[in-house]
């Protein structure tokens, strides 16, 4: 069965400081597809990013990064000198390759990020 | 404009009565999809389609029922809505072949009294 599970639930910083959500996925599947969406205040969903599995490599795109790891199931997703717009939910995502798109979602992490 | 679009953005609907959720999209995208939002549940899928004519049930199918006789849409029907179908409902769409990542309407608000 697919599984995501983001453990924390709740995260408060202040601004400027940098803050990492974690995600750890289970899946028998070889080829997946991983995923973070953004939730902000106002509700709708943002696709921020999709990994494969066959992809290792780290992403940087601004001040976000993406470290995905294999061999621990993880992908974890960082902010670099959070800022008050960074407060939102945000879905860490698990798809088989085949299913053209079809979400397991996680819970959830929500980031509050303090003036 | 390019994108999808659901409708009514809020709902207030009494128990026992029928509604239908609407979701529009631009892309041509093959897949749609319809999850919903609980607290405490994250978002499950409850129905999706991988073409027109083609659907198939999702984690939380009961209660509900979808159709989709054209690409653009995939309407979403509470047959007998009850109190425990309150939640945030969200439609999306993906390409599904080359680039699976979904895009999501605005969401609907659905509360049943």
């Known amino acids: 069965a697919q599984k995501v599970t983001q453990a924390q639930t709740e995260i408060s910083v202040v601004e400027k400081e940098d803050v990492t959500l974690d995600c750890v996925y289970e899946t028998r599947d070889t080829t997946y597809y991983l995923f973070w969406y953004k939730q902000p205040p106002s509700g709708e969903l943002v696709f921020l990013i999709r990994?494969?599995?066959?992809?290792?490599q780290n992403e940087i795109s601004g001040r976000y990064s993406w470290n995905f790891q294999k061999s621990t199931s993880s992908f974890n997703f960082t902010i670099t000198a959070s800022q008050v717009v960074d407060s939102a939910v945000y879905f860490c995502a698990l798809s088989a390759y085949n299913q053209g798109g079809k979400l397991i979602f996680g819970q959830g992490t929500e980031l509050s990020v303090k003036p | 404009d390019a994108g999808i679009t659901q409708s009514p953005r809020y709902k207030i609907t009494e128990t026992g009565r029928q509604v239908t959720l609407m979701c529009h999209q631009t892309w041509s995208h093959s897949y749609m999809f319809w999850y919903r939002q609980d607290l405490g549940h994250g978002l499950r899928l409850i129905y999706y389609?991988?073409?027109?004519?083609?659907?198939d049930k999702g984690e939380v199918p009961d209660g509900y029922v979808v159709s989709r006789s054209k690409t653009e849409n995939f309407p979403l029907t509470l047959e007998s809505a009850t109190r425990s179908q309150t939640s945030v409902y969200f439609c999306?769409?993906?390409?599904?072949?080359?680039?699976?990542?979904?895009?999501f309407g605005q969401g609907t608000r659905l509360t049943v009294v």
């Open positions: 389609s991988a073409a027109a004519d083609i659907t």
């Open positions: 999306a769409s993906s390409d599904g072949v080359r680039k699976t990542e979904a895009f």
């Open positions: 990994r494969n599995s066959f992809d290792e």
